[in-house]
């Protein structure tokens, strides 16, 4: 028949298990709000270049209208150079800001699993030394009710 030590070790254990398990639960529960982030910001950065591309063909499908009609050659090139850069200029923005938004994103993953890490590892060491201490009570109080002879 278990004593009362016993039970208390066991209710113990049974909390620290349960622990752990909400901060498992927890952990994961962040990873995919942060993987459905990605996603989100990905698929926006996606959009807008979409947008400004279809935004940028229709400018240029203009200015071509144009050269037909009014404008010299040479100013229709001088603006599709404009346009171009402005274009490159565009894309590497949205580039950078969606390397910068993952790069985020990850730095961010990074932290959460290290602070996940941390808190699993101070558990571990919380469980062991109460596990330790109440075997050393266990066995000082065998050895206190032992009978003397």
Do not use: C
């Amino acid at each position: 028949m278990p004593d009362d030590v016993t039970l208390s070790i066991e209710s113990y254990i049974d909390r620290l298990n349960k622990a752990h398990a909400e901060l498992h639960g927890a952990h994961a529960q962040a990873h995919e709000r942060e993987h459905h982030d990605q996603m989100v910001a990905l698929e926006k950065a996606e959009l807008g270049n979409k947008e400004w591309r279809s935004a940028a063909n229709e400018w240029r499908g203009a200015m071509q209208d144009r050269e037909s009609r009014f404008a010299l050659r040479s100013e229709v090139e001088a603006l599709e150079k404009r346009l171009d850069a402005l274009e490159d200029a565009n894309i590497k923005r949205v580039t950078e800001e969606g390397q910068r938004i993952v790069l985020e994103a990850e730095e961010k993953r990074h932290e959460e699993r290290r602070q996940g890490s941390m808190q699993w590892r101070i558990g571990i060491v919380v469980g062991v030394i109460s596990a330790s201490a109440a075997i050393f009570v266990s066995i000082v109080m065998q050895l206190v009710n032992m009978p003397r002879t």
